[in-house]
T-cell receptor, first 114, second 112 residues
Framework: GAVVSQHPSRVICKSGTSVKIECRSL??????MFWYRQFPKKSLMLMAT?????????EQGVEKDKFLINHASLTLSTLTVTSAHPEDSSFYIC??????????FGSGTRLTVV | LAKTTQPISMDSYEGQEVNITCSHN???????ITWYQQFPSQGPRFIIQ???TKVTNEVASLFIPADRKSSTLSLPRVSLSDTAVYYC?????????????FGAGTQVVVTP
């Protein structure tokens, strides 16, 4: 079936540094990908829609300068958390629409900012 | 966008059948019903999708009544590894699907 690869699976960074998370559709092309954030024991919260070749669309309340999204190719979207702070620590997940019309999720990235 | 309501949690013993019902009273004509499973620190995994009546795969069954205002995910003979959060999502298959807001989901706990 369709596979979405997310890397890294977990990362620890120091406050003030930036972290990049990659989301790849391995065997299909995805013009649109989505980025979610999930706090412990909470549901997924949609952060933004990543559009290939154009600017991402952010949900209300999500800082676009804090969470930079780039969708440079049909198989890769990246989320960069800039100048990370401890409150940015969370579980980040991407998804992409597969050829069958369903959405496949990446395995997630656990970000810890110390 | 159709809003969904699910029970917060369900407990079961190994070998039993677990049925989770999701309410979606304002489901639209073009909407499909999709269920996902999520384990801790992992992304959601697709379980099953349906439009009407009954759908069955190797993992689960999905029952959808004629009015489509609810649906029931049935997990036969659960095992400890079925302990997870289960999400019901309703929407069309277009790109707007990805914008669907996840509900709280149902935490299923399977014990020996």
């Amino acid at each position: 079936g369709a596979v979405v690869s997310q890397h890294p699976s977990r990362v620890i960074c120091k406050s003030g540094t930036s972290v990049k998370i990659e989301c790849r559709s391995l065997d299909f092309q995805a013009t649109t990908m989505f980025w979610y954030r999930q706090f412990p024991k909470k549901s997924l919260m949609l952060m933004a829609t990543s559009n290939e070749g154009s600017k991402a669309t952010y949900e209300q309340g999500v800082e676009k300068d804090k969470f930079l999204i780039n969708h440079a190719s049909l198989t890769l979207s990246t989320l960069t958390v800039t100048s990370a702070h401890p409150e940015d620590s969370s579980f980040y997940i991407c998804s992409a629409r597969d050829p069958k019309g369903s959405y496949t999720f990446g395995s997630g990235t656990r970000l810890t900012v110390v | 966008l159709a809003k969904t309501t699910q029970p917060i949690s369900m407990d079961s013993y190994e070998g039993q059948e677990v049925n989770i019902t999701c309410s979606h009273n304002n489901i639209a004509t073009n909407d499909y019903i999709t269920w996902y499973q999520q384990f801790p620190s992992q992304g959601p995994r697709f379980i099953i999708q349906g439009y009407k009546t009954k759908v069955t795969n190797e993992v689960a069954s999905l029952f959808i009544p004629a009015d489509r205002k609810s649906s029931t995910l049935s997990l036969p003979r659960v095992s400890l590894s079925d302990t997870a959060v289960y999400y019901c999502l309703v929407g069309d298959k277009g790109d707007s699907w990805g914008k669907l807001q996840f509900g709280a989901g149902t935490q299923v706990v399977v014990t020996p």
